[in-house]
């Protein structure tokens, strides 16, 4: 196992507890949309890290065909972590791929149909800093719905 493998093991830990906070969360508070937050909500944040993933890693490394995320039709806690056991599975896909060519330049094909040259080494860093940037927005819009969240930040176990 590589030290990326080790190290997203890790990044799935502090996700669980980020899991069970929102478990303990009503399902539409889950779902609800604050204006103060730029009509964003916990699950639609949880829905957007996941497709990063899946769209820098997936498609666009990985050239997989994979159906767009929508964040509405994921109702509950229970659907996103279905989200994210395949989102998983993809991402220890590109861990195997690239190990030990974390250098290598990968030449993505973007939406506007320019291309840019990057290496598996910044498109996991992107990928999963993304995650750590939305967690702590997560942890700050269940505050603004009232909830006190768990330490996210120091999992040691």
Not at 94 to 118: C, P, V
Not at 126 to 141: A, C, S, Y
């Amino acid at each position: 196992m590589g030290l990326f493998t080790d190290q997203y093991n890790w990044i799935q830990k502090t996700r669980e507890t980020l899991f069970q906070y929102c478990e303990s969360l009503p399902e539409e508070d889950y779902v609800k949309e604050l204006e103060s937050f730029g009509g964003d909500s916990i699950r639609n944040l949880h829905a957007h890290v996941a497709e990063c993933y899946q769209i820098w890693l997936g498609k666009r490394a990985l050239e997989l065909e994979l159906s767009e995320v929508d964040a509405k039709q994921i109702r509950s806690v229970h659907k996103m972590r279905e989200l994210f056991r395949q989102t998983d599975e993809m991402i220890y896909t590109f861990l195997s791929t690239y190990e030990d060519k974390w250098e290598a330049s990968i030449r993505l094909n973007l939406r506007d149909g320019s291309s840019l040259d990057l290496t598996a080494l910044w498109l996991y860093t992107h990928t999963t800093t993304h995650e750590f940037h939305h967690k702590g927005q997560i942890v700050k819009l269940g505050r603004q719905l009232g909830y006190t969240p768990p330490d996210t930040d120091l999992v040691t176990r």
